[in-house]
């Protein structure tokens, strides 16, 4: 029986931090996936390190050439909100969640990610919530987190 929990336990852990990617290389932007590819693809890619740029302090990677020259184009457009991280932490807790790259949603023009493991998929929090005012009040916390840790 002890066996079977150790078992059953490295099972979990492994498929906790599997769905959830850690943003534990801060410079690394989006965990190295192309932000054009959230836009232009049926999913996010991951991006090429060779072929990077970086903006505000973050490394962004893409996929090919022509996706770094759109960023390049205009980079705010394709920069996830509230500094890649869970978009439903920082609105709803005012916290600084970790994400899974492939977990997010296109609003208004505008890429969120969010966190996703083990039971606790905050995109559909999100979206069974009013967005608007999560999008709201996630921007107030993350101009007061930003101030905060300058």
Not at 30 to 57: A, H, L, R, W
Not at 72 to 88: I, R, S
Not at 93 to 112: A, S
Request: aromatic letters at 14%; hydrophobic letters at 35%; one cysteine or more.
């Amino acid at each position: 029986m002890k066996k079977l929990t150790i078992y059953l336990l490295t099972i979990v852990s492994f498929a906790i931090f599997s769905s959830c990617t850690s943003n534990s290389d801060e410079k690394l932007a989006v965990s190295g996936y192309d932000v054009i590819s959230y836009f232009n693809e049926t999913k996010p890619v991951k991006g090429n390190e060779t072929i990077s740029t970086d903006y505000n302090g973050r490394t962004f990677h893409f996929a090919n050439k022509e996706s770094l020259n759109e960023f390049l184009k205009n980079p705010d457009k394709y920069v996830p909100q509230y500094g890649g991280y869970c978009a439903y932490a920082v609105a709803k807790k005012k916290i600084k969640m970790d994400v899974n790259p492939e977990v997010y949603e296109i609003r208004d023009g505008k890429l969120y990610l969010f966190y996703n493991a083990w039971f606790s998929n905050k995109l559909n929090d999100w979206q069974e919530e009013d967005t608007k005012a999560l999008q709201k009040q996630g921007d107030i916390n993350w101009a007061e987190m930003k101030k905060e840790s300058n």
